[in-house]
């Protein structure tokens, strides 16, 4: 008799799409060359949409979960053989390929990351996407030059998965992080990562004049729209921001004021198809940087099976940090 195992799998017919829990066999699976017995996975935003049905799935019946850590069962002809530890973030996994929410998958060769040795696998999820981004933002901050002394550094959706690890990161390498949360019961938490400061979403949230009083050297935005623009509209000159969210929107209603009078530069972070040497360069620098208690703190474990009730949550900013999935449970 084939092994089954367990899958968290979206579905549509009639417009109408479904997430649950199936079974799988290996048979199931993508035609990739690398056969993975997955550890865990990780809830992300895009996750979170997928699971509520707005989401990002673009073929079906799709497999979701961005992330994935675990086993090499099966290298094939590649140099990964097995019993590797290995990671994927991103390339379109439960967008177009089947992702992480599985106890096994298939994935192309070309996706993978090795883990770090210095990681723990549920570790590795953890961190995530969410936090493999909020590295991205750092790296970009200190490649334009952004220094500690340079003055203080916002970071916006800060209870969240990437704007927590931004915090935990920067404070470690000694910025001055000021935390955008609507959330007051937060504050706490937050302090923990490292913010020395806080100002309310709503503060940003409202639509405010285009050209504002200096205050942020840099920033990490997670939510777009009318914040960032008022982000923009506040930062020093020759200050920096990085873009990686669209949590609040997609739009930007800003000018071009910032930009041509105090020489603002605004970076966008992708992370879903950056190069697999960018990728390392990231996760390196994760293991040297990031603080592991804090990484504790702002995690917790949650089984497979509670997908359905945990969507709902990330995408109505309910969730704290980051939330790791044991697809095993």
Known sequence: MTDKFNAFMMTESDGVREASLTQLTEAD??????????SYSGLN????????????????????????????IDGGQTEFAAGDKVIVNGWGLSEVHWGGFSQKQRV????????????AEQETMAIG???????????????QGLKPEDG??????????????????????????????????????LRFLGASDFISRNELSEAGRPFQKERWAGAVDTVGTTTLANVLSQTQYDGVVTCCGLAGGADL????LPFILRNVHLIGVDSVMASKERRQQAWDRLESDLDREKLAELTTVEPMSALPHLGPKIVEGKTRGRVVIDVNR
């Open 152 to 189: 203080e550094i916002l970071v916006t959706g800060a209870a969240g998965g990437v704007g927590s690890v931004a915090i935990s990161l920067l404070s470690s390498l000694g910025y001055q992080v000021v935390a955008s949360t609507g959330r007051q019961e937060t504050h706490d938490y």
């Open 45 to 72: 935003y895009k996750d979170g949409l997928a699971i509520c049905g707005k989401g990002i799935a673009r073929r079906f019946p799709m497999v979701g979960g961005i992330d994935l850590v675990g086993s090499v």
């Open 29 to 38: 699976l993508p035609d990739e060359e690398v056969l993975i017995k997955i």
């Open 108 to 119: 192309n060769p070309d996706w993978l990351v090795r883990m770090p040795t210095g990681f």
């Open 253 to 256: 209603p800003a000018s071009v």
């Open 129 to 143: 996407t969410a936090g493999y981004t909020a590295m991205l933002c750092v790296l970009a901050l200190q490649e």
